[in-house]
């Protein structure tokens, strides 16, 4: 069964980099054709898919997030991460991590095809 479990801080100030990062137990994030996501729920607000990391490396980004934000990962930890740079008091969410364990060909931003999540973490944007 696979587990995901966000870290990171929980206030981040108006201009700085947030930075989060996914641990994941049970599989490996390099198994072909698994996908590892970031998603995020403002308050009051619907979840977003923010991007994606292959099993391969490749990545996708979601277009109104794709100028501030990178994923990555550490395949010696089995964890990937995320990075949203210029943050502003809009960036206040519950991010989440997911996982797409379907082996498709194809990254998608469908959340219902991201059958595993963490329980996510609360990061605030403030001075």
């Known amino acids: 069964q696979v587990q995901l479990q966000e870290s990171g801080p929980g206030l981040v100030k108006p201009s700085q980099t947030l930075s989060l990062t996914c641990t994941v137990s049970?599989?490996?994030?390099?198994?072909?054709?698994?996908?590892w996501s970031w998603i995020r729920q403002p308050p009051g607000k619907g979840l977003e898919w923010m991007g994606v990391?292959?099993?391969?490396?490749?990545?996708y980004y979601s277009p109104s997030l794709k100028s501030r934000t990178s994923i990555s990962r550490d395949t010696s930890k089995n964890q990937f991460s995320l990075q949203v740079s210029s943050v502003t008091p809009e960036d206040t969410a519950v991010y989440y991590c997911?996982?797409?364990?379907?082996?498709?060909?194809?990254?998608?931003?469908?959340?219902?095809?991201?059958?595993?999540w963490g329980q996510g973490t609360q990061v605030t944007v403030s001075s």
């Open positions: 049970g599989d490996s994030i390099t198994t072909n054709y698994y996908a």
């Open positions: 997911a996982a797409d364990l379907r082996r498709s060909t194809y990254l998608s931003t469908r959340l219902g095809d991201y059958g595993y």
């Open positions: 990391i292959a099993y391969d490396d490749s990545t």
